[in-house]
């Protein structure tokens, strides 16, 4: 089982990027995949979900993002994408991806997440 997650960078304010996170040794849409963030010194920080296809494959998304990412799934390609746009400097964190199979009321913590991307920095600046 494994995570690859890419496609951070440095990018302006107001700009856009998009993260992959590639699966392999699994199918992408039977877990649970979500994405967090992190800033030297902090706690990792919940971003996004996605939820697994028995689920519904509903998509929730943290206060300080709703509106400006997106999250979404190919399962052809098994790979998950947040597309994240009108980026501010306070988006500035790695990002890594994590499959679980949380209940709804768990998504946001980190603990029931057994596999982790490792990680892909994006960095908000002009």
């Known amino acids: 089982v494994q995570l690859q997650a890419s496609g951070g960078g440095l990018v302006q304010p107001g700009g856009a990027l998009r993260l992959s996170c590639a699966a392999s040794?699994?199918?992408?849409?039977?877990?649970?995949i979500s994405w967090f963030r992190q800033v030297p010194g902090n706690e990792r920080e919940w971003v996004s979900t996605?939820?697994?296809?028995?689920?519904?494959?509903?998509?929730y998304y943290a206060d300080s993002v709703k509106g400006r990412f997106t999250l979404s799934r190919d399962t052809v390609k098994n790979t998950a994408y947040l597309q994240m746009t009108s980026l501010k400097p306070e988006d500035t964190a790695t990002y890594f991806c994590?499959?679980?199979?949380?209940?709804?009321?768990?998504?946001?913590?980190?603990?029931?997440?057994?596999?982790w991307g490792q990680g892909t920095l994006v960095t908000v600046s002009s």
């Open positions: 994590a499959r679980g199979r949380p209940p709804l009321g768990s998504i946001r913590d980190r603990a029931v997440y057994t596999y």
């Open positions: 996605i939820r697994n296809r028995g689920s519904g494959s509903r998509i």
């Open positions: 040794g699994f199918t992408l849409d039977d877990y649970t």
